[in-house]
């Protein structure tokens, strides 16, 4: 299989191919007559599954008649399938894209964060982080796209989770003290689930490798895809997908398991900070 294929900038640009298409109006079918293509090659371009080039880039183009922003945008992103190990300051819609697909094929998911990741975010947590953005746009999209990925952990081929939270996470309120009530009943609740677990950092075990930066660690069935990680900016993404960029983060996951609580002494914590929230919740009530 050639180097390019499959890979986070192809994904991201084949989504962003998809995307130009729906707003296009036009069908799978549609344009695979157009391009002298069949549907499932449409559906493979997509996927970041099919060789680009500049000549099917610029055909495509001309065919769903994107601008010539866009155009340049997907040149550029073409570039970067060669020359680039990562995703460098991409549009977070095309990263969201990918990041879905692979979580998908995932057979493990690894978050390390110090705020609660958004494969377990509640609704009303997810809003005030993304509203800490004032400039922030599109937030019921956001919300909605959340809200849907979270879907993966439940689904038949569900893939084990772990999260490693730091205990900042549930330190530093996002939202109201009921919020943060609800959003800790809810990991509780979730983390009963056989593929779900939730292990605390307390802020007892010092400096650990990998607080620098939040991250997503997905790895897939033997031989399929190596270890890929996400990293999640302000307002753009990046993903690493070589060995030589990825094996940091394998070993910051392993070094996590002997530093890290227990799920027992996790939950412990989870619940101290569920009674904060409640009582704080319980006492502005009682103001009011």
């Known amino acids: 299989m050639s180097r390019t294929l499959r890979t986070p900038v192809a994904r991201a640009l084949g989504a962003a191919i998809g995307r130009a298409r729906t707003e296009a109006g036009v069908g799978v079918r549609e344009l695979a007559r157009l ?24 055909e495509l183009a001309d065919l769903l008649e994107v601008s010539l922003d866009v155009k340049r945008r997907w040149l550029d992103r073409f570039a970067d399938l060669r020359v680039s190990p990562w995703t460098p300051s991409a549009a977070i819609d095309d990263e969201l894209s990918a990041l879905i697909s692979y979580e998908v094929e995932a057979d493990h998911i690894v978050n390390v964060s110090s705020y609660i990741p958004g494969l377990l975010q509640t609704r009303d947590y997810a809003t005030a982080v993304i ?10 999209d956001l919300l909605y796209i959340r809200a849907g990925r979270q879907g993966v952990l439940t689904g038949r081929r569900a893939p084990r989770y772990t999260a490693f939270l730091d205990e900042a996470a549930l330190a530093r309120p996002a939202g109201s003290s009921e919020v943060m009530s609800d959003q800790i009943r809810y990991m509780l609740r979730v983390s009963e689930e056989p593929n779900i677990t939730v292990r605390m950092i307390s802020f007892s075990a010092g400096c650990y490798l990998g607080q620098i930066s939040p991250f997503m660690l997905l790895t897939f069935p033997e031989n399929e895809t190596s270890p890929l990680v996400y990293l999640e900016n302000l307002r753009t993404a990046s993903w690493l997908d070589r060995e030589r ?15 890290a609580l227990n799920v027992d002494e996790s939950n412990d914590v989870l619940l101290k900070y569920q009674a904060k929230y409640d009582e704080e919740s319980h006492g502005h009530q009682n103001l009011a």
């Open 35 to 58: 391009a002298g293509k069949n549907g499932a090659w449409v559906n493979r371009l997509e996927r970041g599954e099919v060789e680009f080039s500049e000549e099917i880039l610029n």
């Open 131 to 140: 509203t800490a953005d004032d400039e922030a746009s599109n937030i019921g």
């Open 245 to 259: 960029d990825t094996e940091i983060f394998v070993r910051a996951v392993e070094k996590l398991h002997t530093i």
